[in-house]
């Protein structure tokens, strides 16, 4: 006997749609996450903290914050001292490459832009060659948009509010610049937002709220997937649970997975532990978080049959962000929504596809500056080695591997300063650079589908041993990432219900 039939590890994605899915199949399962559950009010009767006033809500066990952005016209004004505290953003620092993630009952969902875009077809078919592309377009990806509760913002937002100014400016330029340009579906819940445009509700989106968390209209996991695992009344919910430690026993019939747990308290962890035992265990603690336990457990001898593609495949999706000066005339606006809504999509270029989202950069005042997050469609790689002194897994990226993504989107950005008469901002990175290419908000890869694992994301080497979520990506997927996590988390549950588990 096990405790669970199944484990998953991490309520991201790939977390939250395989527990939606074993529990309508009936299946006793424990979800297991280290962050916590954000549904009680601090002291300022929110859940939430804003971006323009943090504290220790904001960030996982960090005495300030560690925002992308450093500093405004030179002066050091971003980053501010907070409480350490299990916080909603974790921001993960390796050398050459710092890596932010969403840590709670809900993962990335808590903390990220919403965007949920659907890749091109060709380039998921050069990415993913043998999976049936044919049937992720026409079945996995609308589903996942349907269960994500995606839509499109409506004319009156984009076209007519003050708080998308910012959009319409960074649309107008690009056309300008010749490029094309996409309006992007969000999980934003666009009647909650036509409420705060009108000033009939409080404002979350257009109240500086986001990657600390909102307190309204963002529809994360813990609202849409989450919640209805939980209502199936099979699926167990444990945060504040930090997985450590896997191993199996493979004696018996079947084998027995353990996963020892460390509790984490408001200062750190506890020092009380736990051990949950299950038949079939699913990491989706995003692609570092499962590769990182992956790769330990091979180098520590608990699983040492796990492959040597454990590990590799990861890649930033490309991500740089840079800035780019106004003239004063072209205001961007000091009412700034932080949901992005407009792409501009270059992904055609010749040498460098990049595809940009025209993103916010709500400081509560003009400021004149657009800013970007662009992808690339970057071949470099990293891969995660086990460093036996610290006893953790670090990821390798060289201090050259971001270059291809800064030419890329330098490609982009001298066409648009150049049709626009417009220059870069060189005060707001750090180091006085208009790009930044050594953060990611979209961590990709480690653990890539039909390499570490089958087609359907089961570990080669060990039986009932999964992978489902973002580290099955190798490195790139050409858009911002949460909609095919969730598709191919869709497809590759689904296989795995009908062929793993006895029908009850
Ligand atoms: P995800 O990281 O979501 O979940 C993993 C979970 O596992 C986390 O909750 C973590 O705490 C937990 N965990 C890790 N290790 C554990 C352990 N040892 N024990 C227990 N639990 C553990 N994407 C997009 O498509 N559109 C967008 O607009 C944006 N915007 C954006 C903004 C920002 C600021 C960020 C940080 C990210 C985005 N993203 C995004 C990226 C998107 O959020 C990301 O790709 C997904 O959340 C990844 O989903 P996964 O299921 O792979 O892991």
């Not at 091109?120 to 079945?139: G, H, Q, T």
Request: net charge neutral; with cysteine; hydrophobic share 40%.
């Amino acid at each position: 006997m096990t405790d669970y039939t199944a484990i998953i590890i991490g309520s991201g994605y790939g977390g939250a749609v395989s527990a939606l899915r074993l529990g309508e199949a009936g299946v006793s399962t424990l979800l297991l996450e280290m962050g916590k559950l954000w549904d009680a009010p601090g002291k300022d009767g929110q859940v939430h903290c804003n971006m323009s006033s943090p504290d220790g809500r904001a960030m996982w066990f960090k005495d300030k914050t560690e925002a992308p952005l450093k500093s405004f016209l030179g002066l050091p004004v971003i980053d501010k001292a907070i409480d350490r505290y299990p916080g909603i953003l974790d921001r993960v620092n390796f050398p050459n490459m710092s890596v932010y993630v969403g840590r709670g009952v809900g993962g990335g969902s808590l903390v990220n832009g919403g965007m949920a875009v659907v890749p091109r077809e060709d380039y998921f078919r050069e990415v993913f060659p043998d999976v049936d592309a044919a049937e992720m377009f026409a079945k996995y990806y609308p589903l996942a948009l349907f269960r994500l509760q995606a839509s499109t913002i409506p004319d009156s937002l984009l076209e007519n509010s003050a708080w998308y100014r910012f959009a319409r400016v960074g649309r107008d330029q690009a056309k300008r610049a010749g490029f094309k340009t996409r309006i992007v579906p969000s999980v934003y819940d666009y009647d909650y937002m036509g409420k705060e445009d009108r000033g009939e509700a409080r404002k979350s989106a257009f109240g500086a709220e986001l990657m600390y968390g909102n307190n309204a209209g963002k529809r994360s996991l813990d609202k849409t997937y989450i919640a209805d695992a939980l209502g199936t009344g099979h699926v167990t919910l444990k945060f504040l649970q930090r997985v450590d430690e896997i191993t199996v026993d493979e004696a018996g019939a079947f084998p027995v997975y353990t996963v020892k747990t460390s509790e984490i308290g408001d200062k750190g962890p506890t020092g009380v532990t736990r051990k949950f035992t299950c038949r079939h265990l699913i990491l989706s603690a995003g692609s570092v978080g499962s590769s990182q336990l992956l790769v330990r457990a091979r180098a520590t001898g608990k699983l040492p049959l796990l492959n040597g593609e454990v590990g590799r495949h990861w890649g930033n999706n490309g991500n740089v962000m840079t800035a780019r000066a106004n003239h004063l005339w072209n205001t961007t606006g000091a009412k700034q929504s932080t949901i992005p809504a407009v792409g501009i999509d270059d992904w055609d270029h010749p040498t460098h596809p990049v595809f940009a989202e025209i993103a916010p950069l709500p400081m509560g005042f003009e400021h004149w500056i657009s800013l970007y997050l662009a992808l690339t469609k970057t071949p470099e790689r990293g891969a995660f080695e086990y460093d036996a002194a610290s006893g953790e897994s670090v990821l390798k990226w060289g201090p050259g591997q971001s270059q291809f993504s800064l030419d890329g989107a330098k490609i982009m950005f001298d066409r648009m300063n150049k049709a626009n008469l417009t220059s870069y901002r060189y005060d707001i990175f750090g180091g006085g650079r208009a790009f930044a290419g050594d953060f990611t908000y979209h961590p990709l890869g480690g653990c890539a589908l039909g390499k570490a694992t089958d087609l359907y994301g089961r570990l080669k080497g060990y039986r009932n041993l999964y992978v489902n979520d973002g580290a099955l990506i190798p490195g790139s997927i050409g858009v911002n990432p949460f909609t095919t996590i969730t598709a191919l988390a869709e497809r590759n549950i689904e296989r795995i219900i009908r062929e793993d588990f006895p029908t009850p």
